[in-house]
């Protein structure tokens, strides 16, 4: 097995899905998810890794801005950006082997409703016909900006936690309430990622062509800082909600126990 994680890393560096140093740490984190949650801990990493993959790819064209940090460079995903959406599943998978008790499975499998919620919320509601709604500042700003809803974008965060959720259901043989619990908190998280997007992260102002943007650099020039705080990085960002995701769904899933 751990040459199959071998095997599939160096291929998403060779189809630059990710950079060679995505790739290792994607690599770790395989190895440290399958001792912890065995095979069906690898299929819910790949499940999210592979559709996301393939979303950030569909209708690229029509995904306008090249510099929006939610459309993977052309490079493949860096390992920041690896730890971004795994980093809190990997945490999950560390305090199982620390204590085996079945919650990290929950925690872990919540984590990856939330990063699936985000990115397909993110890839699919960039397409939005209607320019998205700004939750701090009440209005609508350019499609694919942290902090911002359309419809589109929410019915595919539901959509990515459900799809998480019923995985998750089908490969652990789970109950019903537990598979609710993982596709509520995924949606959640994503809320938190909206919330936290909206209030800390950074933006900026492209001087030459004034869109709002989250990269320092656009058209080719650095853009001027409007508002943000430096730490919170889109990476920190999408880390931090996954964590809530998944502490969202471990107290329910012992709420749920407890009855
Ligand atoms: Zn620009």
């Given at each position: 097995?751990?040459?199959?994680?071998?095997?599939?890393?160096?291929?998403?560096?060779?189809?630059?899905?990710?950079?060679?140093?995505?790739?290792?740490?994607?690599?770790?984190?395989?190895?440290?998810?399958?001792?912890?949650?065995?095979?069906?801990?690898?299929?819910?990493?790949?499940?999210?890794?592979?559709?996301s993959?393939?979303?950030?790819?569909?209708?690229?064209?029509?995904?306008?801005?090249?510099?929006?940090?939610h459309?993977?460079?052309?490079?493949?995903?860096?390992?920041?950006?690896?730890?971004a959406n795994?980093?809190?599943?990997?945490?999950?998978?560390?305090?199982?082997?620390?204590?085996?008790?079945?919650?990290?499975?929950?925690?872990?499998?919540?984590?990856?409703a939330t990063a699936t919620a985000d990115t397909w919320a993110s890839e699919?509601g960039?397409?939005?016909?209607?320019?998205?709604?700004?939750?701090?500042?009440?209005?609508?700003?350019?499609?694919?900006?942290s902090?911002?809803?359309?419809?589109?974008g929410?019915?595919a965060a539901?959509?990515g936690a459900?799809?998480?959720?019923?995985?998750?259901?089908?490969?652990?043989?789970?109950?019903?309430?537990?598979?609710?619990?993982?596709?509520?908190?995924g949606f959640?998280g994503n809320m938190a990622d909206t919330?936290?997007g909206?209030?800390?992260?950074?933006?900026?102002?492209?001087?030459?062509?004034?869109?709002?943007?989250?990269?320092?650099?656009?058209?080719?020039?650095?853009?001027?800082?409007?508002?943000?705080?430096?730490?919170?990085?889109n990476?920190?960002v999408n880390?931090?909600s996954t964590?809530?995701g998944?502490?969202?769904?471990?107290?329910?899933?012992?709420?749920?126990?407890?009855?």
């Open positions: 097995m751990i040459v199959g994680i071998a095997l599939l890393s160096i291929t998403s560096a060779l189809l630059r899905w990710l950079t060679v140093a995505g790739s290792v740490t994607a690599f770790i984190m395989g190895v440290i998810i399958y001792k912890a949650f065995g095979w069906q801990g690898l299929i819910l990493l790949g499940l999210f890794f592979i559709t993959t393939l979303l950030t790819k569909w209708k690229k064209d029509k995904k306008q801005d090249p510099d929006a940090i459309t993977e460079d052309k490079k493949g995903r860096t390992a920041g950006q690896v730890l795994g980093g809190a599943a990997l945490l999950a998978a560390v305090g199982y082997l620390t204590i085996a008790d079945p919650v990290w499975i929950i925690v872990f499998a919540a984590t990856f699919i960039v397409l939005s016909k209607k320019r998205p709604f700004h939750i701090k500042e009440w209005r609508r700003v350019d499609p694919g900006l902090g911002a809803i359309s419809s589109l929410t019915v539901a959509l459900t799809f998480i959720a019923c995985c998750f259901y089908i490969l652990y043989d789970s109950s019903i309430a537990l598979g609710l619990c993982i596709a509520f908190s959640l919330f936290f909206a209030w800390f992260e950074q933006k900026y102002v492209c001087s030459i062509c004034k869109r709002e943007t989250e990269s320092h650099v656009h058209c080719g020039v650095k853009a001027v800082k409007v508002f943000g705080n430096r730490f919170f990085t990476n920190v880390f931090l964590i809530i998944g502490l969202i769904a471990g107290g329910l899933s012992l709420w749920i126990k407890s009855w």
